[in-house]
């Protein structure tokens, strides 16, 4: 049995800026609505439930509040230098530099911020989140970048 969970319908979105270096076209500074989504693989408990929904929806609000409005940034990122100066964090790579309020950024342990590697770091920052029981065999997370294009990352249990 399936679980699934849209967030464009449940409103689980955020807004964020981020680019890609070495992009032709993103590696200029650019801004989506991403929505977060969950599907759930397992079998019913004795009570009739694979899982909590409402446990379910509080770790993906978590996800999306956590870079809602924010500047997200690679802090692994092997092409991009990353200083903190002061109130500052002041970002470069190949000729161009911007400099951020530090309030303003979320750095994220990836070494990009794409689509591929947010599901990555959601489905992470979920799995913690929740107590998932052994009625429970697979969990599969997707980052939206707009409507109509993500990606997913699932995980075996
Ligand atoms: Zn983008």
Redesign the pocket.
């Known amino acids: 049995m399936k679980l699934k969970l849209d967030g464009w319908q449940l409103g689980i979105t955020f807004s964020a800026c981020?680019?890609?270096p070495g992009h032709s076209k993103?590696n200029r500074l650019?801004?989506?609505n991403y929505a977060v989504h969950l599907h759930i693989t397992g079998e019913p408990l004795d009570g009739g439930m694979v899982h909590d929904f409402v446990a379910l929806k509080k770790a993906m609000k978590s996800v999306a509040d956590q870079m809602d409005h924010c500047v997200l940034m690679p802090g692994k990122s092997k092409v991009m230098k990353l200083e903190h100066v002061g109130t500052q964090i002041n970002v470069s790579f190949e000729n161009k530099s911007y400099s951020f309020p530090k309030d303003d950024v979320k750095i994220l342990d990836l070494d990009l911020v794409?689509?591929e590697m947010m599901a990555i770091y959601a489905l992470d920052s979920i799995v913690a989140q929740l107590d998932l029981g052994g009625n429970i065999t697979k969990i599969k997370v997707g980052i939206d970048?707009g409507i109509g294009q993500g990606a997913w990352a699932s995980r075996e249990l």
């Open positions: 981020h680019f890609l993103c650019h801004g989506h794409s689509a970048e």
